[in-house]
């Protein structure tokens, strides 16, 4: 029986993602002591890139034709993660993930065909509602941390997320959310449902909540395993103008970097 994890990574205009996964690999490397296959391009993998922490590079021509506020994102394609994958069980991962335990591991003891968190935490905001598709459809589930095994059912399951890919407005159209960014997150959700005839397998759920770093909140790295975090509160009331600093360190827990910048800055150190 073959374990590994997965990453997807396409450099951007804006950003280089080949950099943030060779940066992730070397934690799963140290923490989880796991394979690690990246999934990229020809235009992405330097030349003479890290043979030491790929267990295999794959390259394919990834779809170009997704734009945020900051311009091209180039995360199209997470359901060729079944296939590609040279696992018997797999963990598909973000880039911005920071991994600093070894919990991942414990994604192999639930006994399921795959699973992905159904719910988030924002380290500042634990209470912070649960976002949802749109206010005529789902709560959202994440794509970030995915765990799946090879089997008919998680095949089906990729199979489902290419359908929503690829007919993506008609599905927002649907359930009345934008289309004109592509979310996997978003794609996963209808796909699980659409696998699930329409309705939900709490086998499918990761028991723990996924861990976000807002935006506004700086990452520090103090060492291997510890983070200092910096969040600015922003006053609109009548103490508009005036900010706040609040500080937690994380030592020894897995989180998600939602700020980009944030993210590249912190591996930059």
Known sequence: MTRGVILFA???????YYDMAYHTAKRIGHFLNLPVTLVSDEASVPEE?????????????PDRDNFRDWGMWINKGRYMAYELSPYDETILLDVD??????????LFDIDTEFCCHNRTSFLMH?????EILSA???????????????SERAKHIFQCLEMVQKN??????IHNFIAGVYRNDYALTLALRIANGHGTNT?????WDLLHVGKNTQVY???????????????????????????????????????KDIYVEMISE
Not at 126 to 130: E, F, I, R, S, V
Not at 136 to 150: D, G
Not at 168 to 173: L, T, V
Not at 231 to 256: A, L
């Open 97 to 106: 993930y920071i991994i600093n335990s070894t919990k991942l591991l414990t």
């Open 203 to 207: 086998s499918d759920v990761i028991p």
């Open 10 to 16: 396409f450099n951007s205009p804006k950003y280089n």
């Open 136 to 150: 005529y459809s789902y709560e959202t589930l994440w794509a970030t941390v995915v765990m799946f095994r090879k």
């Open 49 to 61: 890139c890290e043979d030491g922490v790929w267990d295999k590079i794959i390259k394919v021509v």
């Open 221 to 259: 790295r103090n060492d291997d395993n510890e983070f200092n975090t910096e969040y600015t509160v922003m006053f609109d009331n009548w103490q508009k103008g005036k900010v706040r600093k609040e500080y937690i360190v994380i030592k020894d827990m897995d989180f998600h970097v939602m700020n």
């Open 168 to 173: 993506y407005d008609h599905y927002a159209n």
């Open 126 to 130: 634990p209470g912070a509602p649960q």
